[in-house]
C-alpha cells in the first residue's frame, strides 16, 4: 500500500502542509509506504495539449508523454494506491501549481472515446483544502460548488474521493506586522489553537482511512 501526498502550497510547514503531513503519518500508521511530493520544488507545466496521450500509436497509451520533473512523480502517482491533493485557496480556486499538476495528471485519462469510461486506475483520492474563508460564507462565494466540482472529478476518475476543508486558517504568526486590519488577528489565533488541531486529527484520520484495505 503506497499513498503519496501532493503539496500545492509553497509554504512548508504551513496549514496544507501540516495536515498533509498529518494524513501521511495516519496512511503510515495503518501500515502504508508515504511519500511527499512538494510541487513547488518542481520544475513543470501544466498539459500543452500535444494529445499524444490520445494517439492511436502511442507505445504508452494514456500515459502523458511530456518530460519534466513531473514524470517520474506521475509514473509514481500511478502505481500508488491512494493520492492526497492538498491545497491552498487562492482567489477562488486551488493554486496554479496545483491545477497544473491536474491538468497532467486527468488529462492522460481522460477517455475521449467514451467519457464515461475513464482510463485511469481505480484509486483512493483524498482532497485537502485550506483557506482563509470560514464556512459561514461558503453559500455566498460559491465554493460549495467549486470544491464539488474536484470531488465530482475524482470520484468520476478514481471511483473515490474524500473531501476535508480547513477553514478560517491562519494566514501569519502575527497579524500585527502586517496590513492585514480585515482579520482579527486574536481570533485567527484561538482558532489555530482550537479548531486546526481538530482539521490535523480529521487528517490523521483520513490518512488512515485511505490507507485501508481497497476492498473494505
Ligand atoms: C495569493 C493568495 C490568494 C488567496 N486567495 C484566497 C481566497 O480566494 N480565498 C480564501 O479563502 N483564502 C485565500 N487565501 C488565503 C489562503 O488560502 C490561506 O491562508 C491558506 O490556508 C494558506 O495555506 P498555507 O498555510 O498552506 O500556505 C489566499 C492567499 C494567497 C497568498
Known amino acids: 500500500m503506497k499513498v503519496i501526498a501532493i503539496n500545492g502550497s509553497p509554504r512548508k510547514g504551513w496549514n496544507t502542509d501540516t495536515l498533509l503531513k498529518k494524513a501521511l503519518e495516519g ?32 507505445p ?27 491545497s491552498p485557496i487562492y482567489f477562488s480556486e486551488i493554486t496554479g501549481e496545483a491545477r497544473s499538476f491536474l491538468e497532467r495528471f486527468l488529462f492522460q485519462y481522460l477517455n475521449y472515446d467514451d467519457y464515461t469510461k475513464p482510463l485511469s486506475p481505480r484509486k483512493r483520492i483524498g482532497l485537502v483544502f485550506t483557506m482563509n474563508c470560514p464556512e459561514s460564507m461558503f453559500d455566498s462565494v460559491g465554493y460549495r460548488e467549486i470544491f464539488q466540482r474536484y470531488e465530482e472529478w475524482m ?34 489565533r484561538l482558532r489555530h489553537e482550537t479548531v486546526f488541531p481538530q ?13 485501508g484495505d481497497m476492498d473494505r
Not at 503510515?28 to 510541487?39: F, I
Not at 473531501?163 to 496590513?179: A, F, G, N, W
Not at 482539521?199 to 490507507?211: P, Q
Request: proline share 1%; with cysteine.
Open 199 to 211: 482539521d490535523c486529527r480529521k487528517a490523521y484520520e483520513l490518512g488512515v482511512r485511505l490507507a
Open 27 to 58: 496512511a503510515a500508521s495503518a501500515g502504508a509506504e508515504t511519500e511527499m511530493v512538494y510541487l513547488y520544488d518542481l520544475k513543470f507545466r501544466g498539459c500543452v495539449s500535444c494529445l499524444a496521450c490520445k494517439l492511436q500509436k502511442e
Open 60 to 86: 504508452r497509451p494514456n500515459r502523458c508523454v511530456l518530460r519534466d520533473d513531473l514524470t517520474a512523480v506521475l509514473d509514481r502517482v500511478h502505481e500508488a494506491d491512494a493520492v492526497i491533493l492538498g
Open 155 to 188: 470520484k468520476h476518475y478514481f471511483g473515490h474521493c474524500e473531501m476535508l476543508l480547513s477553514t478560517d486558517t491562519m494566514q501569519v504568526k502575527d497579524y500585527s506586522r502586517y496590513h492585514l486590519a480585515g482579520w482579527d488577528g486574536d481570533a485567527k
